[in-house]
């Protein structure tokens, strides 16, 4: 009964794949995440969705896209893995919009992945 | 646009004494304030948050943190520390009460040791 899950927990695999991170939620919120942490343990925010609309996109390279085919679902697909790539990313998820009402966030465990 | 700093990157405190750990935001208005513990290979959770009102927030596990408005400040504390408490500590800024899509921006986060 895990809130926020995410597949898989690890991922290794050698520069120019592509990969896909998935996520859901069964929490019933409208808005999910995704989030990079790096070796320095900083988190920046990459993508939100709000009942399957993107409303935030930051500056991430295009080789990322996000897709989510319903609100308690959000996947992230990487194409042409790079070194710099290598991270935690985690997956979250709130009611609504964590600028827009006063709902925290939940997180997932994380998915390190590693680019040989 | 929002920012926050989180002055310490790395706290060593023994068991059962005392911490607190600082939090400064810049922000024009009234932000959302969170603080979130990161355990070992875990995901965030939510330990307290602050929106309005009483500035003396209580959270789970024994934590509570102040928000001071003149000092931009919102820090963390706990009388007494348990050998469970050593993890990393982020402190969050949302955009406040706002009729646009905004978002978390996190702190590069505190390393929190216990020891003996």
């Known amino acids: 009964d895990t809130a926020v899950s995410q597949t898989p927990k690890y991922l290794v695999t050698q520069m120019g794949n592509d990969k896909s991170i998935k996520c859901e939620q069964n929490?019933?919120?409208?808005?999910m995440y995704w989030y990079k942490q790096d070796s320095k343990k900083f988190l920046k925010i990459m993508f939100s969705?709000?009942?399957?609309?993107?409303?935030i996109n930051e500056t991430v390279p295009n080789r990322f896209s996000p897709k989510s085919p319903d609100k308690a679902h959000l996947n992230l697909h990487i194409n042409s893995l790079e070194l710099g790539d290598s991270a935690v990313y985690f997956c979250a998820s709130s009611q609504g919009p964590s600028g827009k009402g006063n709902q925290p966030q939940h997180f997932g465990d994380g998915t390190r992945l590693s680019i040989l | 646009a929002q920012s926050v700093t989180q002055p310490d990157i790395h706290i060593t405190v023994s068991e059962g004494a005392s911490l607190e750990l600082r939090c400064n935001y810049s922000y024009g208005a009234t932000p959302y304030l969170f603080w979130y513990v990161q355990s070992p290979g875990q995901g965030l959770q939510l330990l307290l948050k602050?929106?309005?009102?009483?500035?003396l927030v209580q959270g789970i596990k024994g934590f509570e943190a102040e928000f001071k408005r003149s000092q931009s400040s919102f820090n963390l504390r706990k009388p007494s520390v348990h050998w469970s408490d050593a993890a990393e500590y982020f402190c969050?800024?949302?955009?406040?009460?706002?009729?646009?899509?905004?978002?978390?921006?996190f702190g590069a986060g505190t390393q929190v040791v216990v020891t003996p």
């Open positions: 929490l019933g919120h409208d808005t």
């Open positions: 602050y929106f309005s009102g009483d500035t």
């Open positions: 969705y709000n009942n399957k609309e993107l409303i």
């Open positions: 969050a800024v949302g955009p406040g009460a706002t009729d646009s899509w905004g978002k978390l921006q």
